[in-house]
């Protein structure tokens, strides 16, 4: 794929999880944190998609898996680690609920060699002097030079609109974005195993079993006699039925 495939790859995905491009939201299901690492190998030649994304984590870093962030992470290559570091730094420093990211970022990794984080900058001695000199703590932490940053609240949707165009990340509204919610979303699909789900979700046997005895406690699965588990009724027919309740609700509040 070409760099400018990819970066229309990348708009497109951030514009349905409510990113700030004038573009066509993507069709598809997004993967957030296969996203976000994406978005952090794609940075040095794309400022947009770097500041759209280090604004989405300092804002709705709640909806972030952070176990799969940080195995996303331990894949990346030196530079986009380091970026992907400096990005949380940056949330972290913006939003005090964003520092829940700090497990993630301890995956990532300082750039050995000292380099500009854009390519532009870095290709242009004057310019790769300038950011240098200037560069800002967050960024030189993570063997950075970057003189400048710019969010983009303004360009972000509220979560009700992310919820309502973005329904893979419902599910971490309700259960929180991590193991309960994965497991929920693989049950959408049918009866399972424990050991399938946590073979499926690169976790352990003991953590999703864990996980699994939290959500029948709370009645959102079901014991199978032995057989898996499944969705309890109940909560399967109102995960189905949300596109729906939102439409609705959205037309009382518009009226």
């Known amino acids: 794929m070409s760099n400018d495939q ?13 990113g700030g491009f004038m573009v066509e939201p993507a069709t598809y299901p997004i993967d957030l944190e296969q996203l976000v690492g994406r978005t952090a190998a794609a940075a040095p030649k794309d400022y947009r998609a ?24 331990d ?22 609920s964003a520092g829940r990211l700090q497990a993630a970022q301890r995956h990532c990794r300082p750039l050995r060699k000292r380099r ?14 300038f950011a240098k000199e200037g560069a800002l703590p967050p960024f030189a932490a993570w063997g950075l030079w970057q003189d400048e940053l710019s969010l983009k609240f ?23 974005p991590g193991l309960e919610a994965e497991i929920v979303q ?45 969705l309890n009724p109940p909560i399967r027919s109102w995960i189905d039925g949300y596109p729906a309740h939102a439409r609705s609700n959205r037309g009382r509040l518009a009226s």
């Open 6 to 18: 990819e970066r229309a790859r990348l708009a497109a995905e951030w514009t349905r999880a409510g």
């Open 50 to 73: 770097f500041a759209v994304a280090t604004t989405w984590l300092a804002q709705h870093s709640e909806l972030v898996n952070v176990r799969r962030l940080g195995k996303v992470a």
């Open 75 to 96: 894949k990346l290559e030196e530079l986009p680690a380091a970026i992907l570091g400096a990005m949380i730094e940056i949330a972290g420093d913006t939003s005090p």
């Open 116 to 129: 500009a984080l854009f390519d532009r900058t870095e290709s242009n001695p004057i310019l790769r002097q």
């Open 154 to 176: 303004d360009a972000l949707r509220p979560i009700s609109w992310i919820l309502e165009h973005c329904p893979e990340l419902r599910l971490r509204a309700l259960y929180g």
């Open 186 to 230: 693989v049950l959408e699909r049918g009866a399972t195993t424990i050991a399938s789900m946590a073979r499926e979700l690169d976790a352990s046997y003991s953590a999703t079993h864990a996980a699994v005895t939290r959500l029948e406690g709370r009645g959102s699965v079901v014991s199978l006699d032995g057989h898996g588990v499944d």
